[in-house]
């Protein structure tokens, strides 16, 4: 992993809780990847740890109510709380992306066009995808 580097000017903003273990392992990666010779040096980073959000499967198929409300309300508390900007780690979720940013002003992270973005950098020419049913089934 590509060392960050240190910053005590910008907090970032966790949705989480969406695959419990997933938000845990960002975070100690976070931190693996930041160049800190002390504790104040590393990144601050506010989380909602939520794991209440209802199953973003179900919501994609069309078998229960969005869950793009719900991340919504996560997002502007983290605003509201401090955040700069804001990230979210579970790639099914991503499909309430214009939820998340049309609730606050602040940018949000997209997992999926960093990767896009990168392989483009890369010079990649096709893809594959390894994802679950209802990651897949969303557009």
């Not at 966790?14 to 590393?42: I, K, S, W, Y």
């Not at 506010?46 to 198929?61: E, F, G, M, S």
């Amino acid at each position: 992993m590509t060392n960050l580097p240190s910053s005590t000017q910008r907090t970032v903003g966790v949705l989480g809780g969406l695959g419990p273990n997933a938000t845990v392992d960002f975070m100690a990666r976070v931190v693996a990847a930041t160049e800190a010779e002390c504790d104040q040096e590393h990144i601050r980073m506010l989380v909602d740890h939520n794991p209440t959000v209802p199953n973003r499967h179900d919501a994609i198929a069309g078998n229960t109510p969005s869950v793009g409300p719900c991340l919504a309300a996560m997002a502007a508390g983290l605003e509201f709380s401090g955040a700069d900007f804001l990230v979210m780690v579970c790639n099914t979720a991503h499909a309430y992306g214009e939820d998340i940013c049309a609730a606050v002003k602040i940018p949000f992270i997209s997992i999926i066009d960093e990767t896009v973005r990168g392989l483009d950098n890369y010079g990649a020419t096709g893809v594959g995808i390894m994802a679950a049913e209802g990651c897949l089934q969303a557009e």
